[in-house]
């Protein structure tokens, strides 16, 4: 089959606006965060350069459109394929020309995929299993808990010697660390980030609502009663919609596991968000993760949808 060309989406002539109106319709169904202006955003950043892209085909209505980010030796890539595309077409090029930015000095490439049906993002997963795409697959899963003010959640019991805080009134870096340190004792290790600065700089962008404004009621945070300075225990919330939250981020310090912190976090957090109104949570586990979602399992939280990330790492030489 001949495939359709690629080409940057840097001086792309025409606007990119119709296609991520749709996309970001697709990540809100998938309840993703986005800024309130990220469509226009995106279209000027793609076409200017600021944000990398490629497009496929040159010209007529785009069929895919592949986003671009360089973090350090690490490439993170999300595919869209429009109405307009199909996967054994502009998804394998645009898979195939990604591929081509693998320079020596990338190190790791994560990819995730959208499409604007299910049975397109499932078209697009069935392309990563061939031999020439050498990546692993980690499975993720949304999960969702309709909220009733009739049946609030149990209140919580903190074990002896913890205090029950709220997110924002503890030092951002103390909460990086924290997070930083629970992800390395976890199967998500290496997921989100891997070096602590990393880590920091993505909790400074949650916590100033870049991704959505922070839910003060719903980001418990666990503090020893001797050192009430120094979290142990957190959990994040962020508001998507007039009733919708997400629970973005939860960390345990390890030594702190399996004795009840979890159970109280989210007991906490799903109270506040009733009190601010709040009908649905969600949230996003790896499959990988099983005593995390065992806790969401047991809290009321069914899955709603499953999702692959692909994953590539240079062989150690």
């Known amino acids: 089959m001949e495939l359709p060309a690629t080409v940057p989406a840097k001086g792309y002539p025409r606007s990119l606006l119709e296609p991520l109106a749709m996309l970001a319709r697709r990540l809100r169904e998938k309840s993703e965060t986005l800024p309130g202006h990220w469509v226009e955003e995106t279209d000027e950043g793609l076409r200017t350069g600021r944000i990398g892209g490629l497009i496929s085909p040159p010209t ?15 490439l993170f890539g999300h595919f869209y394929l429009t109405e307009h595309g199909t996967a054994a077409r502009e998804g394998l090029a645009l898979i195939r020309a990604f591929l ?143 009733t919708g939250a997400l629970i973005a981020d939860v960390a345990v310090a390890p030594e702190l596991r399996r004795k009840g912190v979890g159970r109280a976090l989210l007991a906490r957090a799903l109270r506040g968000l009733l009190a601010r109104g709040m009908e649905r949570a969600s949230l996003w586990v790896t499959c990988a993760n099983t005593s995390a979602c065992r806790l969401y399992e047991e809290a009321g939280f069914t899955v709603a949808q499953r999702e692959p990330i692909f994953i590539w790492e240079r062989p150690s030489p």
């Open 60 to 74: 007529g209505e785009v069929g895919g459109l592949l986003f671009l980010t360089l973090r350090g030796d690490r």
């Open 100 to 242: 081509a930015l693998r320079t020596p000095e990338i190190r790791r490439v994560d990819l995730t995929v959208s499409a604007s049906s299910s049975e397109g993002e499932k078209g697009l997963a069935a392309l990563f299993p061939a031999e020439e795409f050498p990546f692993r697959v980690v499975e993720r899963q949304r999960m969702v808990r309709d909220l009733d003010a009739r049946t609030p959640p149990d209140p919580p019991v903190l074990p002896a010697g913890l205090v029950l805080g709220w997110v924002p009134d503890f030092a951002t870096p103390a909460i990086a660390e924290l997070d930083f340190r629970a992800f390395e004792e976890s199967p998500d290790r290496g997921l989100v980030a891997e070096t602590p600065q990393e880590a920091l700089r993505l909790m400074e962008e949650m916590l100033r609502g870049d991704l959505g404004p922070l839910i003060r009621e719903g980001s418990p945070c666990i503090a020893p009663e001797a050192d009430p300075e120094r979290p142990v225990a957190f959990l994040l919330s962020l508001q998507q919609g007039a």
